[in-house]
């Protein structure tokens, strides 16, 4: 493994505040299906911000130039290719803006007319695989093959980046890759993709969340004043019980970040008993209520209230760095958004009955790596 590697020529690094603020505003501007790399570039600007640091990885971000997806004549394009890549690390995510698109191609394989709420659960890998097939569409097919055509060298690249940063390089990590992907990569990649979770992902929009902000304070309000139940941030001796309930393990470091913009509920005792964090990517991380708690609306409380905190970080950072007009963001157009397992039916219940919706299924998964072995 080469101590260093040149950037994927398609790649354009983005590496400085000013750009990293720009940056932030281009993405917010695809949301909702954008919410992941929205909340990576978000959590550098935050971090940049009050810590005055650099990441681990100087250029964590990345946007490729604009690949054109050539026309039936492969003179005039009749569409261009955006990706987006964040290496962290120890983890890589990677997604392509023509995704909304190629989605409802995937669900026009079961049915044309696919609602909104349908998407989610009809633009799987397996229909996309369909769609390629079945659609003589030269913009799905190429906007497929754009795609496809970095990931050998963003794999290659991320590898090196954990070997410098002192992680594992033999296994890359990828999250928040959109399912659709799931074959088309493993295909690529001669079926060495190893799945690690699946999950759907929900958002709520600012809009939806300053509906219920009124009834969040007075619920709180009523808990305290009955129960004595008070609302506020989990601090670090938290995070060892909020690691031993949590059904996905992650080690304590991880958890220490997690807290760092967190909500929880504590008793008279001071004892907490219900909380949620943050994930790197702003998703909610580790909601979770004790059994002795529950069926009081805490976890509704907490959620909404952590997604209340996601949007207006949001909305702080893109107006202070002067990339947005506070007027210029609609509260419809910003998202919190949180990740849920596939098997986890009463959680991806209990979000929908708090106002969030589904907009798809992604993965993580890993690719042993192997520095003389090229993909097909």
Same mark, same amino acid.
């Given at each position: 493994?080469?101590?260093?590697? *040149?950037?994927?020529?398609?790649?354009?690094?983005?590496?400085?505040?000013?750009?990293?603020?720009?940056?932030?505003?281009?993405?917010?501007?695809?949301?909702?299906?954008? =919410?992941?790399?929205?909340?990576?570039?978000? /959590?550098?600007?935050?971090?940049?911000?009050?810590?005055?640091?650099?990441?681990?990885?100087?250029?964590?971000?990345?946007?490729?130039?604009?690949?054109?997806?050539?026309?039936?004549?492969?003179?005039?394009?009749?569409?261009?290719?955006?990706?987006?890549?964040?290496?962290?690390?120890?983890?890589? /995510?990677?997604?392509?803006?023509?995704?909304?698109?190629?989605?409802?191609?995937?669900?026009?394989?079961?049915?044309?007319?696919?609602?909104?709420?349908?998407? =989610?659960?009809?633009? *799987?890998?397996?229909?996309?695989?369909?769609?390629?097939?079945?659609?003589?569409?030269?913009?799905?097919?190429?906007?497929?093959?754009?795609?496809? *055509?970095?990931?050998?060298?963003?794999?290659?690249?991320?590898?090196?980046?954990? =070997?410098?940063?002192?992680?594992?390089?033999?296994?890359?990590?990828?999250?928040?890759?959109?399912?659709? @992907?799931?074959?088309?990569?493993?295909?690529?990649?001669?079926?060495?993709?190893?799945?690690?979770?699946?999950?759907?992902?929900?958002?709520?929009?600012?809009?939806?969340?300053?509906?219920?902000?009124?009834?969040?304070?007075?619920?709180?309000?009523?808990?305290?004043?009955?129960?004595?139940?008070?609302?506020?941030?989990?601090?670090?001796?938290?995070?060892?019980?909020?690691?031993?309930?949590?059904?996905?393990?992650?080690?304590?470091?991880?958890?220490? @970040?997690?807290?760092?913009?967190?909500?929880?509920?504590?008793?008279?005792?001071?004892?907490?008993?219900?909380?949620?964090? /943050?994930?790197?990517?702003?998703?909610?991380?580790?909601?979770?209520?004790?059994?002795?708690?529950?069926?009081?609306?805490?976890?509704?409380?907490?959620?909404?209230?952590?997604?209340?905190?996601?949007?207006?970080? =949001?909305?702080?950072?893109? /107006?202070?760095?002067?990339?947005?007009?506070?007027?210029?963001?609609?509260?419809?157009?910003?998202?919190?958004? *949180?990740?849920?397992?596939?098997?986890?039916?009463?959680?991806?219940?209990?979000?929908?009955?708090?106002?969030?919706?589904?907009?798809?299924?992604?993965? @993580?998964?890993?690719?042993?790596?192997?520095?003389?072995?090229?993909?097909?």
């Amino acid at each position: 493994m080469p101590s260093s590697i *040149s950037i994927p020529s398609l790649l354009q690094p983005i590496s400085n505040e000013d750009a990293c603020s720009s940056y932030l505003a281009e993405l917010h501007n695809e949301m909702p299906y954008a =919410a992941s790399q929205f909340g990576l570039v978000l /959590t550098t600007a935050l971090e940049r911000r009050q810590a005055g640091k650099e990441p681990v990885v100087k250029q964590p971000h990345f946007r490729s130039k604009a690949i054109p997806v050539p026309g039936s004549d492969n003179k005039e394009p009749i569409d261009f290719t955006n990706i987006d890549v964040t290496v962290s690390g120890h983890v890589t /995510t990677f997604s392509a803006r023509c995704e909304p698109f190629l989605m409802r191609a995937a669900a026009a394989v079961v049915d044309a007319k696919s609602s909104a709420e349908e998407l =989610a659960d009809r633009a *799987s890998s397996e229909n996309f695989s369909k769609a390629l097939k079945q659609f003589d569409d030269p913009l799905i097919q190429g906007h497929c093959e754009n795609f496809l *055509s970095l990931i050998p060298a963003i794999l290659e690249y991320s590898s090196a980046e954990q =070997a410098r940063v002192g992680q594992d390089p033999t296994n890359v990590g990828c999250y928040c890759i959109n399912d659709i @992907w799931k074959d088309p990569i493993n295909s690529l990649l001669d079926n060495r993709l190893q799945l690690w979770t699946r999950a759907v992902k929900f958002v709520i929009s600012e809009e939806d969340l300053l509906k219920v902000e009124p009834e969040i304070r007075a619920r709180c309000q009523q808990l305290e004043e009955e129960q004595g139940l008070v609302l506020g941030p989990m601090v670090e001796s938290d995070v060892k019980l909020m690691i031993e309930r949590n059904k996905i393990s992650f080690d304590e470091e991880y958890g220490k @970040w997690i807290i760092k913009r967190s909500m929880c509920f504590r008793n008279k005792q001071g004892d907490m008993v219900a909380w949620g964090g /943050t994930h790197g990517d702003f998703s909610i991380a580790a909601l979770h209520v004790l059994p002795e708690y529950r069926k009081a609306g805490l976890g509704k409380l907490i959620l909404n209230s952590l997604a209340l905190l996601h949007v207006r970080l =949001a909305r702080d950072a893109l /107006t202070s760095s002067g990339s947005k007009e506070d007027d210029a963001i609609p509260a419809s157009s910003l998202f919190a958004h *949180s990740d849920c397992v596939e098997d986890n039916l009463p959680t991806m219940a209990f979000m929908e009955r708090c106002g969030w919706r589904r907009i798809g299924n992604y993965l @993580w998964f890993g690719v042993p790596y192997n520095a003389n072995a090229e993909a097909n």
